[in-house]
């Protein structure tokens, strides 16, 4: 008898998705194999593996800028056919838009007809992300750190449903990592909205994940699934505890070693 795994209230679904691309050699890459997984509503899902497993196309294909080779991406259980607000994506390196200031970056997905409550928004997510000194001021002028609270903001104003982040702290200094996963704890805390985070960084996926996949080394498979301990306040601190320590250290064991070069 065969069991259905995915509950019905998912509201993202890979289906034994695979994805092959030909590069510009003609080769066939196989980026991705049969992956079968599904994020429930106001579940944090983190994807970490070897640099080139698969993981950006996996949020490329949730965010619907890519299409699987075969198998399905379902959003609320319909294939996904094109980029949608209400699946915001925030992208590996710095995602603003240099020639727009901080304050039009954020307001830039905003629906025009109600610019009250635009304006509004607007001032609270300034204020959220401790931007308000810098509204005006354009993208060249701040630190990575900042950009990446401009991402965050801007994604997060338009409310989404799910929240599609590729290492999104991965060029940020450790304390200035340490703040933003903070940061975004709190911004996503009440709101419902689901989570699927990219990164290299076993600690960053023990903090944030309700759930973590570890992928493999090219074609990126599913290797394995961990649930870190129930983890209420989810700070750094809870790394002196022994079952984040021995799950650390089983990711660790269990993470694919990647040969770089000949
Ligand atoms: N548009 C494309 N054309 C050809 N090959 C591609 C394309 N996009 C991705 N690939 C290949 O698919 C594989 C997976 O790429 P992907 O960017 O998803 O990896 P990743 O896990 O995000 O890596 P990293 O951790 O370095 O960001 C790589 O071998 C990459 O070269
Ligand atoms: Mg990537």
Sequence with gaps: MEINLSMPSSL????????????????????????????????????????????????????????????????????????????????????????????????????KSNSRSNEEKLSQWLSFTGLNEFADAYPKTLSGGMRQRVALARTMIVEPELLLLDEPFGALDEPTRKSMQALLLKAIAGSGCSVLLVTHDISEALILADRIILMSSLPGRILDIFIPPLNDSRTRDHFITPDFKSLYDEILERFPVQVIGE
């Excluded at 994805?19 to 509503?41: G, M, P, T, W, Y």
């Design 12 to 111: 993202l679904d890979f289906q034994d998705v695979s994805k092959i691309f030909v590069d510009s050699k003609f080769r066939k890459i196989q980026s991705l194999e049969n992956i079968n997984f599904s994020a429930h509503q106001g579940e944090f899902i983190v994807i970490i593996g070897p640099s080139g497993c698969g993981k950006s196309t996996i949020l490329r294909l949730a965010a619907g800028l890519d299409k699987p080779t075969s198998g399905k991406v379902l959003y609320h259980g319909k294939p996904i056919q094109e980029p949608d607000r209400q699946r915001g994506l925030v992208f590996q390196s710095y995602s603003v838009f240099p020639w727009l200031t901080v304050r039009e970056n954020i307001a830039f997905g905003l629906n």
